[in-house]
């Protein structure tokens, strides 16, 4: 059983509501309660007692968790202790990071950091879903925008530029777009959000006023945005995507970028963790290191 089953089980005591677990902790009100009665399956004892409105502990529950708050504030005494003295951070770091941020910043930084701090074993999975920080054991996450739980610590790491590209071949059969009007009129491939199934809007600016533009098309890449972009790079039409991805395609003569003084606009990207963790010194020099890497790899747009 991990550790942050009890954590989330003395939340829950502590605030007397599933639901205000699920927001304190950035989860979803069904995983706490499936973690709740799996907990109460392996002890084979009911923790709660529950209504429609509310839970309560029950006797056995009231007993556990004086119990696990005593072994949780001493755990949290000794990640005190070590933080602030270990001299070197080790053990290993478990990150969640998105497809794009993965392959094109959090990759190549990598090497530098294992280099910088040998006694940490790095846990990458690269996914676009959603995760659940205690259930799944992940230290750190990096995502796009900003959290909509207010009890997840967010750390920007850095505002992402956009532009719309499209290879050199397909402009030359269907030419240039030189207005919004014209771009409607060509072929755009849209991006699916995971999260939501509805197509991601480009964001311009268009005489000093932000919007989002919206369309309907034929060509939709679901889950993975990087199948946009190779979809694109081969001819298939214009896509919007972060300049970071865009330029080493653009140097080497695959993207051309149109449009620009329809750009301007930004995607945040940040570090994510819950608030109720006490930082480990790999965590916390693992997020010091993100932040200085995205401040000095800023290349300016191609």
Known sequence: MQLGTIELFCKAAELGSFTQTAQALGLTQG???????????RLGVQLFQRTTR???????????????????????EAERAITGHQPEPAGTLRISAPTTYANYRLMPWLPAFCERYPKVAIDVNVSNRNIDFIDEGYDLAIRLGEPKDSRLIARRLEDATLGIFASPEYLKRHGTPQNLDELREHQLIQFVLPSTGRPMPWVLRQ?????????????????????AVNWAR?????????????????????????????????????????????????????????????????????
């Open 207 to 227: 005489n000093g006023q932000d919007m989002e533009f919206t369309f309907t098309s034929r060509r939709r890449v679901h889950e993975d945005v990087l199948g």
């Open 31 to 41: 995983a706490v309660s499936r973690s709740i009665a799996r907990l109460e399956r």
């Open 54 to 76: 509310s839970i309560r502990l029950t006797d056995d529950g009231e007993l556990y968790r004086a119990q696990c708050q005593q072994a949780l504030d001493q755990i949290a």
């Open 234 to 302: 081969a001819g298939g039409g214009l896509f919007q995507i972060y300049h970071f991805i865009a330029a080493d395609l653009v140097e080497r003569g695959q993207l051309v970028e149109v449009l620009k003084g329809l750009g301007g606009r930004t995607r945040p990207f940040s570090a994510l963790y819950p608030q109720n963790r006490h930082l480990s010194a790999r965590v916390r020099a693992f997020v010091d290191f993100l932040i200085e890497q995205s401040s000095s790899d800023h290349r300016p747009p191609p």
